[in-house]
């Protein structure tokens, strides 16, 4: 494969409107590629490549591979995708997304992070101090950063690279390092049992060349760091890197770091929460493997602005707090609201959109007691993505176990009819935050938007 990509000078992106996808098909271009891509629906990520040069297809046809030599497919793309079967019946190679970032990726010292949660933010955090500190890494992160107008580029030696375990398809990498911040119950559609999972994750760190820098706190993830050459993070003793006294505020959090023998008083991360800790613990454990200057990092960590939709504060208008979050696994739902209880906010006020029935289906008992720190719930239609509802399945009966489960103020409105009941509802003083990694976001902008209109009228 080597030898082909050598050869290949135009690459055509089959459902290029997902934020992995459009995040490749930049760092395609930026090494050197021309790229197109396509996909059955005009996404934010879509149209966001589009403004920025790179010619996409709205809808599939034949035709849009026309000149292509290697086509990259989306793992949502199915095997009758007119696109896909043009390639194959072209000759052309046709590779998953993790296969052509794993090609790419043997030019390079890849650092790969993966984990059920917090891994987009591990690796922006990383990729920022690294090119805070010189390196010009390559960078390839599967969200958007603060810090950066662009999630993905083609830099110096090292590649940090977001590692996909939905699909498994972080096994195709070998990095030099891999970083795992947690193991979970996730993605069991593909995974179908937790054993497989784990099994993944011992894979994943057995494919590093050099370390596996994991959280050390998870008996799970400590059993992985056991069988090969690591170091751990966390809060406990047991680990090298770890975070003591920590003191948590709504402008960031602060802890003194323990590495090894060396202790550092009163490091500031602009990052809210104990799980965000865990995720700066993670990259400068990669720090302290390059034998870096720990005092440096240190200085430029409280300039990391985080990644957008993770509790992202959208405005504070009439003593309301909006707040937009991607959590949509039970246990990134209750470390969320725990941040949100930072705030002191007098009621906490909580939008869920459900992500998936797979999901749904099997975390269904988690999903009954995630939200047991809000005060009011809220939940609409259910995003399916690309999943076809199950025959079985019947949203009304989820929504009321929901509601039996919570206890407190609860409310179930469609999208339709979300924004103008979730209106009358706010009072002073409450927080609003909106949870779900389909749609949620625009929801929220819709409210606040016509919140602000009916208020600013008062």
């Given amino acids: 494969m080597e030898g082909i990509l050598s050869k290949i000078r135009k690459i055509h992106l089959v459902g290029v409107g997902g934020v992995g996808m459009s995040a490749l098909a930049r760092l395609l271009r930026s090494k050197g590629f021309i790229v197109s891509g396509s996909d059955i629906k005009e996404s934010y990520y879509f149209r966001k490549i589009k403004t920025e040069g790179i010619k996409v297809f709205l809808g599939h046809k034949k035709e849009n591979i026309e000149g292509a030599d290697l086509v990259c497919v989306s793992s949502a793309v199915r095997e009758d995708n007119v696109e896909l079967r043009e390639a194959k ?7 998953g997304r993790g296969e052509l970032l794993a090609f790419l990726a043997q030019e390079k010292k890849t650092v790969a992070i993966s984990g059920a949660h917090g891994k987009t933010t591990t690796t922006a955090l990383l990729a920022f101090l690294l090119n805070s500190l010189g390196y010009n890494p390559s960078v390839f992160i599967g969200g958007e950063t603060f810090n950066y107008s ?46 497989d999972i784990y099994r993944n ?46 003191f948590l505020t709504p402008q960031g959090s602060i802890f003194d770091l323990v590495m090894g023998e060396k202790r550092y008083s009163q490091v500031f991360i602009s990052l809210l929460g104990e799980h965000n800790i865990l995720n700066a613990l993670a990259v400068l454990a990669f720090f302290y493997y ?53 705030f002191n906010p007098q009621r906490l006020v909580v939008i869920f959109e459900p992500h998936r029935f797979s999901r749904i289906r099997f975390l269904y008992n988690d999903f009954m007691d995630c939200f ?36 407190k103020e609860f409310y179930c409105f469609p999208k339709k009819e979300i924004c103008k009941n ?28 016509e919140f602000k209109r009916l208020r600013s009228k008062i």
């Fill in 290 to 342: 390059l034998n870096e200057n720990i005092e440096k990092a240190l200085v430029k960590l409280g300039d990391f602005r985080s990644t957008k939709r993770r509790f992202q504060i959208k405005e504070n208008f009439r003593g309301i707090l909006f707040v937009d979050d991607y959590a949509h696994h039970p246990t990134e739902i209750r470390m969320t609201l725990a941040t949100a209880k930072i």
């Fill in 201 to 246: 994750f011992l894979e994943f760190a057995f494919s590093a060349k050099r370390l596996t820098i994991g959280w050390g706190d998870s008996p799970q993830l400590r059993k992985i760091l056991r069988s090969v050459k690591s170091i751990s993070y966390g809060f406990s003793k047991n680990n090298e890197i770890r975070a003591e006294n920590i």
């Fill in 422 to 449: 979730v209106i009358s509802l706010l009072k002073e003083g409450d927080l609003l935050i909106a949870l779900g990694a389909g749609e949620v976001n625009l929801i929220l902008d819709e409210i606040i938007r």
């Fill in 150 to 195: 662009h999630s993905s580029w083609w830099g110096g030696n090292y590649f940090i690279v977001e590692a996909d375990e939905s699909d498994g398809s972080f096994l195709k990498l070998s990095p030099e390092v891999a970083i795992i911040t947690n193991v979970d119950r996730e993605h069991l559609d593909f995974y179908k049992k937790e054993e």
């Fill in 89 to 95: 019946r072209k000759g052309l190679p046709v590779l």
């Fill in 372 to 407: 047991s720190l809000a005060d009011v719930l809220i939940v609409t239609d259910i995003y399916s993505a690309w999943e076809e509802k199950p025959s079985t399945f019947d949203e009304r009966i989820f929504f009321e176990d929901l509601k039996n489960s919570f206890k």
